[in-house]
Each structure stands twice: as structure tokens, then as C-alpha cells.
């Protein structure tokens, strides 16, 4: 819990828990994003004894709010009668991640004391959810090629967000939804089997954002569940998410940098492709050769992806990309990348010769590294001067210079050989000149958070040559509240298009529809096309949906 108030809230309910005579009134605020998972934890932390949850807003009547006060008095009187009786028990099973240094990873059973290896062990199963088709895909194929068994869930639909509802109280964020959705999805599948350990891979982070949340909540649900051989796997963006150390964080690296560029060229082939579904079908087959490779070795991988980038300077276009106006999709960064969330903008836009170019996972990784630079800067200033040579903070800065100076290697090598496509749109690189519009148009760089990256890269790709901005977010998000307040404003002035779209798992309501053929004809003729006919559909037009199941 990294919330001060979240803090002092969860101390109180587990030091009023033990008091007879006391019992919780927890008064919330409709929508309030901390509250949609610490009521979760107030209610394991309360287990039997009954609490009272107050949700108020501008239209709440007294009527109601003492109808339910009286009937949680009576609800007390009905427990202080025979609470005495009541025996609690959470079920735990016992499994922990363990990952110490100079050591292989493995998982304790504190229960057995037995030491179960994960390394070269079918037992044991890694699953990844799907944060984008490509990135998921290809990161267990890596990891494969490490000795772990690895697998990627397949990309979300409206029964995995179902599933996910049945268990949780429909106030969390889209993304913690689609995640317990698919693992559940998973576990009632065929594909479950009683005799393997399950390692649930979820990345956790600070700030105004809920995704750190999430792992509480899983591993408090699956205890509720019952789930005996299911364990939840964290790395923090503290730490760039390199806490399985240089070689895991290498090999996954390269499978980020090859997914956010692939992506590039997905999006590009559906507006730019002279038969979008005949493209894709080549791409897909292309697609499943960089799998088969990367599960030997990763970093092998350059001339497959000369041979890949050949193949698709074949396929016959009907446009030219640099002539097709470029929308930069920014915001949280789960639902921009995750094909459930963001298909169907895709959608539209390669319908009305638009490319949606979508923020990579990179970018994200290389915003932590900017922010890890900065911490480790500030410490060793407060070091006296004879001490800085041989500081901690001194070594930990050269080798985050040697680790940020072979990430920029990786992506020039991929970037390049991709661009041979023409399909490659280009976007904003330099971490240290998107930081420097943030601070100087919206807010400090002290602010860590996805709000400081998306708006300060949206800011750059507009001065860099985009014709317009999309603020994806899931529904209620923080964050993506706070973008639109800092860069919706600044590109009015600049009369820049800009739209802001909040995702709950269903299609987009006519609404929102209309909003963004708006968008779509000031983002064509911001462009300087006159000719808006695109922007009629016509029959027999095609658009490709990301449907495909995984092979591998």
C-alpha cells in the first residue's frame, strides 16, 4: 500500500478488528479509484465482523443513507449475539515466489518447506496476460528460450471480462480486469491441470495509479478461490522491471523493442495494405517465423527480421504512409497496448486512411529509466564529494549507462532494418527533450507517472509533424483524467485535434462514435486533405479485427 491514506485506512480496520465493541464506518465517494480496491481489503481484513460502507455523492438522499445505518445497527445487535461462535480461517497455499540473488528463481511452499525449481521444470508454467497479441506472444516465446515454460493468454473478449466481474465489484480499472479474466479464463479451461504450479506474471508500479493494486487483490481473491497451486509474480517499474537480472532483462528487451515496432507495421498495413485481409494473413504467417526463432535465441534475430522486412516491402499498398495523416495514441499504458481495449479505434481509423500509431511498451521502460537516473542523481548529490567516487549510487550510474546505451543499440539496430518497410511511422525518441516539453507546458518532472510521459510525448509528436492526439484510458482512470486537464486545453490554444477516450470493455457508444468522426475529419484536414470523401464508407470496405487465436 503506497497511499498515505490508503495506509492509515487499512492500520485502523486491523487495529479495530480486535476491538468487540467497535465496528467501521468506511465513507467513500462514488468513482474513487483508491476505494474500488481497499473496500476489497477492508473486507478481508474484517472478515466475519460486519462493517458499514457509506458510497456518497452530489445526488445522495438522507432517506437512504439512514435506512442503511439503521439496518447495519441491526446487523451489530444480530453478531454481538453470537459472535462468539464464529471461527475465521484464510486459506493460504502456502507457494512463494523466490528470487534471490546468485541464485536460480524458484517457489517455496512454506507450508511443505519444499523448494519446487522453475528453471527446466514442465511443471511449472508461467502465464503471461495479454498486454498486446505481440508483446505477450513474443516475450513467452523468449522466455521459453530461457528454460522457463512460458505461456502467452490469448487475447481478451467480453467472456473473459465477465468472468473477471463475477469476482470483483465492477468499480476497479478495465486493465485488473482483463488480467483476473484471462488467468480465470485460463484455470477453467482444459488447459488447467491440478499437477503444475501456476506463476501469475503481474507488473506493479507507484503513484496515482491502482496497477501496484492489483496483486493484492489477486492473491487475496485466489486464496478466496481456493486455488492450491496458483502463485502471483511482481517486478516494479523502480527498477525498470529488472529485477530477474542482466540476462532475463536483455532477452526481454529485445522482445519489446521487435513487438512495439511490429506493431507499427500492423497498424500500417490495415490503413495502408491494397487488401488489408490478404496483408494480414502474410503478416500473421511472417509473424509465427520470429516466434519459432526467438524461442531459440532472441538475439539472433536481426537477420529474420531482414528476411521479414523484405517480405512485407512486397506486399502491394494502395497509399503511401508518409502521405496518410498519423494519429499518436497516448495514456495508461495497459489499454493502449492491449488489443481488447484498443481494436476497434484501429478499427476506424484504418477505415478513414489514418494511421494509429500506439505508444510502445519502450517508451514506458525508457521513461523509468529516466526516472531511476534522476533518484540516483539527487542521492549521490547529497553524498559529500570525497564520498561520490566510491558510492553505491556512483556504480549503479555507470551501469545504468551501460544498460541505457545497449537498449538504444537494440532499438536503432530493429528500428532500422524495420523502416526498410516504409510502414515504420516515426515518433518521439529523445526522453530527455520529451521530458523538457512536459516540464516546460503541463507539469514538474517530479510528477512519476504515465501523466508526465503522455502528455510531454503527445506535446512532441505534434510539433514533430502528427496530425492528432487520442488520451485512451480505462473508464474512471486517474490518469487519464489528469492528461486531458493538462494537454486538452494547450492543443485548443494550438488548435490542435485531440480526443479523449475511456474504455469499459464495450463497444464505443454512438456518443463517443460521433466524437470521433469529428476528430477523424480535423485530424484529415489539420493534414490538408481537402478531399474528406474517406470519410464515407463504401461498400465492400474492408477492415481487419484482431480475432486470430495464438499458435504458439
Not at 184 to 207: A, C, H, M, N, Q
Not at 399 to 415: D, F, G, L, S, T
Amino acid at each position: 500500500m503506497y497511499w498515505y491514506y490508503g495506509q492509515q485506512d487499512m492500520k485502523t480496520g486491523v487495529l479495530l478488528k480486535n476491538e468487540d465493541n467497535i465496528y467501521v464506518t468506511y465513507i467513500s465517494n462514488f468513482s474513487c479509484a483508491p476505494d474500488s480496491f481497499m473496500l476489497h481489503y477492508l473486507k478481508w481484513i474484517m472478515g466475519t465482523k460486519p462493517f458499514l460502507i457509506l458510497e456518497l455523492d452530489s445526488h445522495t438522499a438522507d432517506a437512504g443513507v439512514d435506512t442503511r445505518i439503521e439496518a447495519f445497527l441491526d446487523i451489530i445487535e444480530g453478531y454481538r449475539s453470537k459472535f462468539t461462535a464464529i471461527k475465521e480461517a484464510r486459506y493460504d497455499n502456502g507457494l512463494r515466489f523466490i528470487n534471490n540473488p546468485n541464485e536460480d528463481i524458484y517457489i517455496s511452499n512454506i507450508l511443505t518447506a519444499e523448494k519446487i525449481p522453475i528453471k527446466n521444470n514442465p511443471r511449472v508454467k508461467l502465464l503471461l496476460s495479454s498486454m498486446g497479441r505481440l508483446s505477450a506472444e513474443l516475450i513467452s516465446a523468449t522466455i521459453r528460450g530461457l528454460g522457463i515454460n512460458a505461456e502467452a493468454m490469448p487475447v481478451p473478449d467480453i467472456y473473459t471480462l465477465q468472468m473477471a466481474r463475477n469476482h470483483a465489484s465492477g468499480k476497479e480499472c478495465l486493465p485488473s480486469h482483463l488480467v483476473l479474466g484471462s488467468a480465470l479464463k485460463y484455470f477453467s479451461s482444459e488447459k488447467y491441470r491440478k499437477d503444475e504450479t501456476y506463476i501469475i506474471f503481474v507488473p506493479t508500479t507507484t503513484g496515482p495509479c491502482r496497477t501496484g493494486q492489483y496483486f493484492v487483490f489477486y492473491e487475496n481473491l485466489f486464496k478466496d478461490l481456493r486455488l492450491e497451486n496458483v502463485v502471483v509474480f511482481t517486478l516494479d517499474s523502480d527498477n525498470s522491471y529488472n529485477e530477474l537480472g542482466t540476462e532475463f532483462y536483455k532477452h526481454a528487451w529485445w522482445a519489446i523493442t521487435i513487438s512495439d515496432y511490429i506493431k507499427d507495421l500492423e497498424t500500417s498495413l490495415r490503413t495502408c495494405a491494397a487488401e488489408p485481409v490478404q496483408a494480414m494473413a502474410t503478416y500473421d504467417e511472417l509473424w509465427h517465423k520470429m516466434i519459432s526463432v526467438a524461442q531459440q535465441d532472441i538475439t539472433k534475430v536481426l537477420p529474420v527480421l531482414k528476411d521479414i522486412s523484405k517480405d512485407i516491402s512486397k506486399i502491394p499498398l494502395k497509399k503511401n504512409m508518409k502521405e496518410c495523416p498519423k494519429v499518436l495514441i497516448v495514456g495508461e499504458i495497459y489499454v493502449r497496448r492491449d488489443d481488447f481495449a484498443i481494436d476497434e479505434l484501429i478499427q476506424h481509423f484504418s477505415k478513414r486512411g489514418i494511421i494509429g500509431k500506439v505508444s510502445g511498451i519502450a517508451e514506458w521502460v525508457f521513461y523509468c529509466d529516466f526516472v531511476r537516473h534522476s533518484e540516483l542523481k539527487k542521492r549521490l548529490s547529497l553524498l559529500p564529494w570525497y564520498r561520490r567516487l566510491f558510492a553505491k549510487e556512483f556504480m549503479d550510474l555507470i551501469n545504468w549507462n551501460i544498460e541505457h546505451a545497449y537498449k538504444h543499440n537494440v532499438e536503432k539496430n530493429v528500428r532500422e532494418i524495420l523502416a526498410s518497410t516504409g510502414l515504420v511511422p516515426d515518433s518521439p525518441h529523445n526522453m530527455q527533450e520529451i521530458m523538457k516539453n512536459t516540464e516546460k507546458h503541463f507539469v514538474s518532472q517530479e510528477l512519476y507517472s504515465e501523466i508526465s510521459i503522455s502528455s510531454g510525448v503527445a506535446a512532441t509528436a505534434m510539433m514533430d509533424g502528427y496530425s492528432g492526439i487520442v488520451n485512451i484510458s480505462p473508464f474512471a482512470c486517474l490518469i487519464g483524467r489528469v492528461i486531458e486537464g493538462l494537454f486538452t486545453p494547450w492543443a485548443r490554444e494550438r488548435k490542435y485535434p485531440v480526443i479523449s477516450i475511456e474504455i469499459d470493455g464495450n463497444l464505443l457508444p454512438p456518443n463517443v462514435l460521433s466524437k470521433l468522426e469529428i476528430f477523424m475529419l480535423n485530424v484529415m484536414r489539420f493534414k490538408g486533405h481537402a478531399d474528406v470523401n474517406t470519410m464515407v464508407e463504401k461498400e465492400g470496405m474492408q477492415s481487419v479485427a484482431i480475432d486470430r487465436k495464438i499458435i504458439r
